[in-house]
């Protein structure tokens, strides 16, 4: 019978669950928001990359009618940051400013215009110190530091020595070398940061909207930042227009709009223009890899042996994290035993980097999978047999104790070489063009919390009242991922109901339990997870009314999803009926679900810092790319390219290749347009013309093959999808260029420019080694 | 104290209503929207041009709205992403962003949705090339396009198969 089959929610294409607001124009984001009364917020920044702040005079400004509230240094209680160890940044500037747009200083005023002749009524003087916007400067003997706690301004060495790498290196037929550098770059969601605060001076309560993807630290960082009581903030996260890692830590626009509403005793709306979303940055840094791989004649890595210097800008952010990752992410993707790796995260007086989507491991997989390429070429080999002939065999444990349960490279490898008909076309195409390939992977979450308080990783919660309608409450951040609507089905599916019963509500901290939020690809997994134990919980409570109301054994209780029945004669009870019957005498039903990782998964102790990259699973990607080369204008047009993703479990295989094209194209931008420039630390692609971010125009057809090698402990065996896939486009590009020209591009962005040159470099080296060759005949 | 700026009385149809407004001539399009229609529909993406989430519809051809002045738009009809479905129902193309997942995060949408309009009242079949030059002004970050291009060539088939115009 059709209405006792459960409804299916898992494995299917679902659009999102908030979907309708989103595309009929009634989806709030943070500026959306406006009450008659709602004051403006604007910022004063620094004109100087680095300096002492000598004095400071608001008064003209607080005195200027209109104006409600200035607010500096002064505010605030304490200074802000991501990890306890280096909480180093202020909401505004206390005492020195460190690059360029800092802030130090912001109003609250009835109007634009007032708020803006506030600003300038604000008298700073500043004494100029040296300012370096290079690694190489900061780091030179003598430089004035940053931070005094940061000798040589050194945000953070990084380093460990693993197997035997001199020996290895020996030992190998073919021992090669690069040296890349690859340009900053910013994440450019498309909302520009906003926060909405409103505070009730009679209850001294604030309760504020931020365009964040961590509602949790923002609250924390609040509390702090203004000395306030945790409790008598709430934080309620409205739609989040995307975030790809620049709202994975708190904004000094979320504290000043709080700073503001409090001492305005009113309600504050900040909203950056995109200019000041470009200068709050935390992006993905520059950075210089020296590479070093021995490989065998069969294409076997013995050894790797790298270098990565990272440009972090002015403060700590997650700049320790980032350089950690640089490093032990070398592991996890092939079987690689010996690896040596030493990293130095740099303090500049740029604006500061962060987690862009792939944190940390982009660059260094760049390097990696250009230098396998050419050696592969050396050593005659095809690039997917290099690939083939260093997979790793699951389950297993890498060499820096990372944990890898399931692992489909292999048939990610298969998919996308038949599906671009690499074996066929490969070396055949026309003049100027060129196919190139590379893998990549990354962590489904990262297995140990930033802030180790002993609660679990996430927490779900489920009430059924008198309607039969469940409501899942989750602080999981959804900024567009799909993250409520995986939710949703997840709990859907265990309970065999349709989708449609299920209302999500995500992130507001009056009502949904803690979540430390949406980064490093952990949501699927972990409240993925914590849905699946909730959805569980709430069934044994409705078997159990189930078996009250029919008279039977709990073992006995057949769950259909939408009928509860004892046997297959019996017509049985319906949900409806299961809920009422569960409510009596107990009232409204609310059942939690928890989610852990396993300490297995929570990264070895071989070398300091070496949690990082732990997880309890990692996703897999290989990609083809193909170009056509202008000879004349060095114009790269991407022509097509193949993706496959080991996901595990495509939970919802429409929003699963959503994530994955959008990756793989993010990845395209940063290889081929995308860069952040300063001059003297002014920003001077601060716009998104100058900053180019690819147009529909020159964006290319994205296949993508879903590959699910299951892991074991994932919500019906799902990994992570939004970020794998996002490193393999750059290597797979460059080496497509290679393929199509005969150069390797070393720098990146590869832009028309940089091309050129290395084409007119090949032909001016080409003519004299045949001159040579004349010369020697 | 304020400088005074010349203001003007504004009459123009906006999602089908005829309304007058009086504005400061250097109101934009966009803020008059959003702070005196409320009408938070339209998005401000950039400082000005260069993204297109601001795209509205005026007398039906699509414009950035943070580039025009509202004053300039006396006795025009205007249309935004808030009017375009009528009693609830999703349009064809709302439905085919919301069923191909040509919206992730929603930032784009509007202006994407209100640049697509356009195009498939002016070509009811459009290749593809049509789609990437009429949406070549609008910036999305999430889809990477490919589902964009799917939502409006859904919405296309959908409206060409006889489902009513809204
Ligand atoms: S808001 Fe970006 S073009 Fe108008
Ligand atoms: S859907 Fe997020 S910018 Fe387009």
């Not at chain 1, 050894?303 to 210097?309: N, R």
């Not at chain 1, 592969?376 to 389950?395: C, K, M, Q, T, Y």
């Not at chain 1, 009870?573 to 299961?578: D, G, H, Q, R």
């Not at chain 1, 959008?662 to 990845?667: A, D, N, P, Q, T």
Request: proline share 4%.
């Amino acid at each position: 019978m059709n209405e006792t089959s459960p409804a299916q929610s898992i494995g299917v294409p679902k659009p999102l669950v908030d979907g309708p607001e989103k595309t009929t124009g009634k989806a709030m984001f943070a500026a959306d928001f406006q009450t008659a009364e709602t004051l403006v917020g604007r910022i004063l920044r620094s004109p100087v990359a680095h300096a002492n702040i000598i004095a400071m005079d608001i008064a003209k400004a607080e005195a200027l009618p209109g104006v409600h509230a200035v607010v500096t240094e002064a505010d605030c209680s304490d200074s802000y940051g991501v990890l306890p160890i280096a909480m180093n940044e202020w909401a505004l500037a206390r005492g020195r400013v460190r690059y360029r747009g800092e802030p130090v200083a912001a109003v609250a005023a009835i109007d634009v215009a007032t708020a803006q002749r506030a600003l300038d009524l604000i008298e700073v003087t500043y004494e100029e110190l040296p300012a370096y916007f290079t690694a190489e400067a900061a780091r030179a003997e003598g430089a004035v530091l940053l931070h005094d706690d940061k000798p040589g301004n050194i945000e953070r060495d990084a380093e460990f020595d693993l197997g035997d790498v001199d020996a290895e290196l020996a030992a190998a037929d073919l021992v090669r070398e690069i040296d890349v550098n690859c340009a900053e770059v910013c994440q450019v969601q498309m909302e520009p940061h906003a926060a909405f605060a409103e505070y009730d001076g009679a209850r001294e309560r604030l309760t504020i909207r931020p365009s964040t993807q961590v509602p949790f630290y923002v609250h924390k960082m609040l509390a702090r930042t203004m000395g306030m009581a945790e409790g008598h903030i709430r934080v309620i996260k409205p739609h989040i227009g995307g975030g790809f890692g620049s709202r994975t830590e708190t904004l000094q626009s979320d504290l000043i709009a709080g700073l503001l509403a409090r001492k305005a005793r009113a309600t504050v709306k900040v909203v950056l223009s995109r200019e000041e979303t470009f200068i709050t940055h935390r992006g993905r840094p520059e950075s210089r890899i020296k590479m070093k791989v021995g490989m065998k004649a069969d294409g076997t890595i013995t050894a790797v042996d790298f270098t990565v210097q990272q440009r972090g800008g002015a403060y700590s952010g997650y700049g320790i994290v980032t350089i950690l990752y640089s490093g032990s992410m070398i592991y996890g993707l092939y079987n690689i035993v010996s690896a040596r790796f030493q990293g130095v995260r740099v303090l500049t007086n740029t604006p500061p980097c962060g987690a862009f989507r792939g944190h940390g491991t982009v660059k260094t997989r760049f390097a990696f999978e250009g230098l396998i390429d050419d050696m592969a070429r050396e050593l005659g080999l095809d690039p997917f047999a290099v690939r083939r002939a260093n997979l790793l065999v699951a389950p297993t444990m890498t060499e820096n104790d990372l944990l890898v349960n399931s692992y489909g490279l292999d048939q990610c490898l298969d998919w996308v070489e038949n599906a671009s008909g690499w074996k066929s076309r490969k070396g055949k195409l026309a003049p100027n063009k060129g196919l190139g390939m590379a893998c990549s992977h990354y962590i489904s979450g990262a297995s140990k919390p930033k802030h180790w308080t002993g609660e679990p990783h996430a927490t779900i919660h489920l009430r059924v009242d008198w309607d039969a309608s469940i409501t899942l409450l989750t602080g999981a951040a959804e900024i567009g991922q799909g993250s409520s609507t995986v939710m949703a089905q997840c709990v859907a599916e265990t309970l065999g109901v349709d989708m449609g019963r299920i209302n999500v509500i995500s992130s507001d901290s009056a009502l949904t339990p803690k979540d430390n939020g949406s980064y490093s690809s952990r949501v699927t997994f972990m409240v993925g997870n914590a849905s699946i134990d909730a959805a569980q919980n709430l069934k044994a409570r409705l078997v159990e009314a189930a078996a009250r109301k029919l008279e039977i054994p709990a073992a006995d209780v057949e769950c259909l999803g939408e009928v509860y029945r004892g046997g297959q004669q019996d017509q049985g009870l319906t949900f409806e009926e299961v809920v009422m019957e569960a409510l009596s005498g107990e009232g409204t039903i609310t059942v939690k679900g928890n989610y852990d990782t396993i300490p297995e998964s929570w990264g070895g102790r071989k070398y300091r810092g070496a949690a990082i990259g732990g997880t309890m699973a990692f996703s897999y990607a290989a990609q083809v790319v193909e170009v056509t080369v202008d000879p004349h204008t060095a114009e790269i047009t991407v022509d097509k390219v193949w993706v496959a993703h080991d996901c595990g479990k495509a939970l919802n295989p429409l929003a699963v290749e959503g994530q994955v094209q959008g990756s793989v194209w993010m990845g395209m931008g940063q290889a081929m347009s995308e860069e952040t420039a300063f001059h003297e630390g002014l920003p001077l692609a601060a716009n998104m013309l100058d900053y180019r971010v690819p147009t529909i125009i020159e964006s290319p057809p994205i296949e993508v093959g879903i590959i699910e090698a299951a892991d074991p402990h994932g919500p019906f065996g799902a990994k992570e999808a939004g970020e794998g896939s996002l490193s393999g486009f750059l290597p797979a590009l460059t080496n497509a260029v290679a393929d199509a020209m005969g150069v390797r591009a070393a720098e990146l962005p590869l832009t028309p420019d940089r091309l050129l040159e290395l084409l007119e470099k090949k032909v001016r080296e080409d003519a004299a080694t045949s001159g040579r060759n004349r010369g020697a005949a | 104290m304020t400088k005074t700026i010349a203001k003007t009385v504004l009459s123009l149809n906006l999602n089908g209503v005829v309304r007058d407004d009086v504005i400061p001539d250097n109101l934009l399009l966009v803020d008059y929207l959003r702070e005196k229609a409320s009408l938070t529909g339209t998005k401000i993406g950039c400082d000005g041009g260069e993204c297109g989430a601001c795209t509205v519809l005026i007398d039906g051809r699509p414009r950035h709205a943070c580039l025009t002045l509202a004053a300039t738009c006396q006795d025009s009809e205007i249309e935004t992403i808030d009017g375009l479905s009528r009693d609830s129902r999703l349009t064809a193309l709302q439905r085919g962003f919301n069923e191909k997942l040509g919206a992730q995060c929603g930032f784009c949408t509007p202006g994407m949705i209100m640049a697509s309009e356009a195009l498939l009242r002016r070509i009811p079949n459009p290749s593809e090339t049509d789609i990437r030059d009429a949406l070549a002004a609008n910036i999305c970050r999430c889809t990477g396009y490919v589902k964009i291009i799917e939502a409006v060539q859904f919405a296309a088939q959908a409206l060409t198969e006889g489902e009513p115009a809204a």
